[in-house]
């Protein structure tokens, strides 16, 4: 392996180093008597290039250190991108659904309640079939950025497909949910989405039902997710 770049580390302050990370005291510079063996080389077996070939080593150590904290730290990024949603900064369904299971299994653990939020926009084909894909697109980064604003840091925002989001609310039964949902409801539908010289007004539908301690992601999902169309069929018939 190649060593690049000079060290200004001398030898002696490598072997202690080196010591000192095998768990060996070493005081003023110096190991024990007992314990002067390194790398299994007594003192006298330390000529000058032995030092030089454990310097060398030593260096690629440290490279080999270097390079696997990068790894670590390019794959931690990999796996960020791999639960965000292409479009949005929310989580995806995967990982939605997957902290989803790890709340409910706490709520069953702990007895702390939840509340699952589900949003779908209305009217979103309208949209997109008037002012293309393109102007969809800002319309559901809008949705988005509004939710993540106006939830707490400890909640949980993601999109699930199209125009279907949900919130996970911890901390929150029905009752607080329910208005926590109008809430968000109401900071989506404030303002409407500027595309270009148009103006589009967002609205949406939101089913709220606490999570039951324990349950299935995908029943918990499809329970909140039913209590939205019920909701969204009784406001069709209103019109």
């Given at each position: 392996?190649?060593?690049?770049g000079?060290?200004?580390?001398t030898?002696?302050a490598?072997r202690?180093?080196?010591?000192?990370q095998?768990?060996?005291?070493v005081?003023g510079?110096?190991?024990?008597?007992?314990?002067?063996a390194?790398?299994?080389?007594t003192?006298a077996?330390?000529?000058?290039?032995?030092?030089?070939?454990l310097?060398?080593?030593?260096s690629e150590?440290?490279?080999?250190?270097?390079e696997v904290?990068r790894?670590?730290?390019?794959?931690?990024?990999v796996?960020g991108?791999?639960?965000?949603d292409?479009?949005?900064?929310?989580?995806?369904?995967r990982?939605?659904?997957r902290e989803?299971?790890?709340?409910s299994?706490?709520?069953?653990r702990?007895?702390s309640p939840a509340?699952?939020?589900?949003?779908?926009?209305?009217?979103?084909k309208a949209?997109?079939?008037?002012?293309?894909?393109a102007?969809?697109d800002?319309?559901?980064?809008?949705?988005?950025?509004?939710l993540?604003a106006?939830?707490r840091?400890s909640d949980i925002?993601?999109?699930?497909g199209?125009d279907?989001f949900?919130?996970?609310l911890?901390q929150a039964d029905?009752a607080t949910?329910?208005a926590?949902?109008?809430?968000l409801?109401?900071?989506?539908?404030?303002?409407?989405v500027?595309?270009?010289?148009?103006?589009a007004?967002?609205?949406?539908t939101v089913?709220?039902?606490?999570i039951?301690?324990?349950a299935?992601p995908?029943?918990?999902?499809?329970?909140?997710?039913?209590?939205?169309?019920?909701?969204?069929r009784?406001k069709?018939?209103?019109?």
């Amino acid at each position: 392996m190649k060593v690049t770049g000079a060290r200004a580390e001398t030898f002696s302050a490598m072997r202690k180093r080196a010591l000192t990370q095998a768990g060996v005291q070493v005081t003023g510079g110096v190991a024990p008597a007992d314990k002067t063996a390194f790398l299994g080389l007594t003192e006298a077996d330390l000529t000058p290039a032995v030092q030089g070939a454990l310097k060398t080593l030593l260096s690629e150590i440290d490279d080999l250190r270097g390079e696997v904290g990068r790894l670590k730290a390019r794959l931690s990024e990999v796996e960020g991108l791999a639960d965000q949603d292409s479009l949005t900064p929310l989580l995806n369904r995967r990982a939605f659904m997957r902290e989803l299971g790890r709340i409910s299994a706490f709520s069953a653990r702990y007895g702390s309640p939840a509340s699952l939020a589900y949003f779908d926009l209305d009217g979103f084909k309208a949209v997109n079939d008037r002012f293309g894909h393109a102007a969809g697109d800002q319309a559901l980064k809008a949705v988005a950025d509004r939710l993540l604003a106006n939830v707490r840091e400890s909640d949980i925002v993601g999109r699930l497909g199209g125009d279907e989001f949900a919130v996970i609310l911890v901390q929150a039964d029905q009752a607080t949910a329910e208005a926590k949902g109008e809430a968000l409801k109401r900071a989506i539908e404030t303002h409407p989405v500027e595309l270009g010289d148009w103006s589009a007004p967002l609205h949406v539908t939101v089913g709220v039902r606490e999570i039951e301690p324990g349950a299935d992601p995908e029943t918990a999902l499809a329970e909140a997710d039913a209590t939205m169309y019920v909701r969204k069929r009784i406001k069709k018939e209103d019109t």
